[in-house]
């Protein structure tokens, strides 16, 4: 028997009691989970049991040293690998208490069941203080879009509006990423919303999609573009010194830069054909001695 001690089943890992809170007035949620846990693990498990807080992406909390420390939203909170606090009363029952902010309503018919994501279309279109609807601003709270990509400003300026381009595709990443590893939490929104969120549909159709793109086979005028600082200055990118520069300007250098590539390649092309011809008669003289 003794020779069995190394082949005993080791035991179960320990679980401890989650409090989550609603409200200051409703009585708390519990369930199980096992001490230790992340942050992750336990605000993945209670999004699956109790949906309003995936739904709305709310903010968590988390109590510690009798503080509630802030967490972040939702989607933040499952993505984070930090070891929460756990605790142990005086009968030896760990526990770890946490809030978020949204009202639900304590009925004694409430329960902690999962539910499917609500459609984008439910949400009110009244603008916020920022100039977006609702759920143009839920999304960049989901996906951290800086504010400063989201102003909409009569003056154009080509290195604000690259870096609008450049945050829209990273939305678009960031988002299909998301609802892959099923971190997303605000149903189906089109690519439409999230290019709405940088752009108009029309700037965005009209100028950004057919203009940027050719850009970035440039490198010279990307750097100038990314504000870098080894980037050449604007008059000889542009040939002429301005105080700003305009989407026409930056299609009137495309479409030179284009002709040039294509006349060099062209140049290129020939002079291999020539040395084709050249080597193919040479060939010929020396088959015919």
Not at 49 to 67: A, F, Q
Not at 222 to 237: F, Q, Y
Request: hydrophobic content about 30%; some cysteine.
């Amino acid at each position: 028997m003794a020779d069995l001690d190394g082949f005993r089943t080791p035991p179960p890992p320990e679980k401890g009691k989650v409090v989550l809170y609603t409200n200051e007035t409703s009585t708390p949620f519990t369930m199980t989970h096992q001490v230790g846990s992340s942050l992750s693990e336990v605000a993945h498990e209670l999004g699956n049991l109790y949906s309003p807080i995936k739904k709305t992406n709310s903010r968590l909390y988390v109590r510690e040293d009798d503080t509630w420390a802030m967490k972040g939203r939702f989607s933040n909170a499952i993505r984070s690998h930090e070891i929460l606090p756990w605790t142990e009363d005086s009968k030896g029952v760990a526990s770890v208490s946490l809030k978020a902010d949204l009202q639900v309503s304590n009925t004694p018919n409430q329960s902690l069941a999962l539910s499917s994501l609500p459609s984008m279309s439910t949400h009110s279109s009244a603008l916020t203080s920022s100039g977006l609807t609702m759920e143009q601003q839920q999304i960049v709270d989901l996906l951290n879009i800086s504010p400063s990509l989201t102003i909409r400003s009569k003056s154009v300026d080509l290195c604000l509006s690259y870096a609008k381009y450049l945050g829209a595709l990273k939305a678009q990443d960031d988002m299909r990423r998301m609802i892959a590893d099923g971190t997303w939490t605000l149903g189906k929104v089109s690519m439409e919303t999230i290019h709405g969120i940088f752009i108009s549909r029309s700037v965005w159709h009209g100028t950004y999609c057919k203009l940027f793109p050719r850009a970035m086979c440039h490198p010279h005028l990307v750097r100038w573009l990314e504000n870098k600082r080894d980037a050449l200055p604007s008059h000889e990118i542009f040939g002429v010194s301005k105080q700003c520069y305009s989407f026409k300007d930056l299609g009137d250098l495309l479409g030179s830069l284009e002709v040039k590539r294509k006349r060099s390649w062209e140049s290129s092309e020939d002079r291999g054909s020539h040395k084709k011809r050249k080597k193919s008669k040479n060939s010929h003289k020396d088959s015919s001695m």
